[in-house]
């Protein structure tokens, strides 16, 4: 039997007690991995759901930063690194919401930036900071969630699509530099998944998901189960991937 198992293992997920985050940060310590849990406003959930990793038997604490500005990063990877070690697996998760989505002409500047800082600039900030450790060790995952919006380009996405489509570059170039160092860096891209907040309040998802390939949504739990592959050794020979986890609703070419 196949299994994944991340015991000894530190990882850190910014936005970690998101919607997304909070099932990925369970995921990984259910196969073992300590968790750092990073969350910039909301103190209160981000302890409630180091709580609950604790009860999974892996160490967890949390820790907060404004992920658009380096010095702040390299604060929390100061942080994590006296009281839980350097970071094996990085997984940045975390996005700056707005509203609302609209024409390129009537989109404020000031939601270009604010996008650029929480896609770009977190994933340039947290390579800086917990990269160097992974070199010395030999071994590392980075993982970058991205979005389908970065392929569909709908009307109305152009700042989170710009911002995400730069995000890619990075990253791509990043697989490129540190894989010597037995580094991967790769990308998961979600469609609109269901999460808590969908459960608690459900609406009409119809036009959405009848137009993905399998007839319906995903679920948060996918995305995290391609954060726990991408994270284990089973991927060891995968870097510099883009991984749509949407149903088919975006592919990728060749």
Request: glycine share 10%; proline share 4%.
């Amino acid at each position: 039997m196949v299994s994944i198992d991340l015991t000894g293992k530190l990882a850190v997920i910014t936005g970690g007690s998101g919607e997304l985050g909070r099932v990925m940060a369970r995921t990984l310590a259910k196969a073992g991995a300590n968790i750092a849990v990073h969350y910039f406003h909301g103190a209160d959930r981000a302890e409630k759901l180091v709580e609950e990793l604790k009860s999974i038997g892996v160490n967890a604490k949390a820790f907060t930063a404004n992920v658009g500005d380096l010095d702040s990063v390299l604060a929390m990877k100061d942080a994590i690194s006296a009281s839980m070690g350097d970071p094996d697996i990085v997984v940045d998760a975390a996005v700056v919401q707005y509203q609302p989505w609209t024409s390129v002409l009537e989109q404020p500047i000031t939601d270009y930036k604010s996008q650029f800082e929480s896609c770009v600039l977190h994933n340039v900030n947290m390579a800086k900071a917990f990269i160097p450790a992974m070199k010395e060790k030999g071994w590392g995952r980075f993982i970058g969630i991205n979005t389908e919006c970065s392929i569909m380009c709908t009307p109305g996405q152009s700042a989170y699509a710009a911002a995400k489509r730069g995000m890619d570059g990075v990253l791509r170039v990043l697989a490129r530099e540190v894989g010597q160092f037995g580094i991967t860096v790769n990308q998961i891209a979600p469609g609109w998944m269901i999460s808590d907040n969908w459960r608690r309040e459900p609406g009409d998802d119809s036009a959405y998901a009848s137009k993905v390939p399998l007839r319906h949504r995903g679920q948060d739990q996918d995305i995290a189960n391609a954060v726990l592959f991408l994270a284990s050794d089973l991927a060891a020979f995968i870097t510099g991937a883009f991984l749509p986890v949407c149903g088919g609703n975006v592919m990728t070419s060749i």
